[in-house]
């Protein structure tokens, strides 16, 4: 069973800067990809930022030019640097194992437990 465990969360002020880490435990064959999600109270969980095994990414434009996803293979790793954070941000952010096909990513039923982030002064 692949565990995916979030940490970097917290709390922080508008315009900060915090780095998510999610550390997979093992690897699942048909995912070639990881993905953050983020989910506000009363919302519907969305996709923040996507990346392939290989570095390719792709970001909601929401969060465009303010947060960067990062993958290191050798340890089984992806990371979500997030600056010039907003109160809109704050949401409980989840890693996500999943695939790529014709360059859209597809989520897989793979979840870390979450790792809250709130933005405020």
């Known amino acids: 069973q692949v565990q995916l465990v979030e940490s970097g969360g917290g709390l922080v002020q508008p315009g900060g800067s915090l780095r998510l880490s999610c550390e997979a435990s093992?690897?699942?064959?048909?995912?070639?990809?990881m993905g953050w999600y983020r989910q506000a109270p009363g919302e519907q969980r969305d996709l923040v930022a996507s990346?392939?095994?290989?570095?390719?990414?792709n970001y909601a434009d929401s969060v465009k030019g303010r947060f960067t996803i990062s993958i290191d293979n050798a340890k089984n790793t992806v990371y979500l640097q997030m600056h010039s954070l907003k109160p809109e941000d704050t949401a409980v952010y989840y890693c996500?194992?999943?695939?790529?096909?014709?360059?859209?990513?597809?989520?897989?039923?793979?979840w870390g437990q979450g790792t809250q982030v709130t933005v405020s002064s």
């Open positions: 093992g690897t699942i064959p048909s995912s070639d990809a």
């Open positions: 996500n194992a999943g695939f790529t096909f014709s360059g859209t990513y597809y989520r897989l039923n793979h």
């Open positions: 990346i392939t095994r290989g570095g390719s990414t």
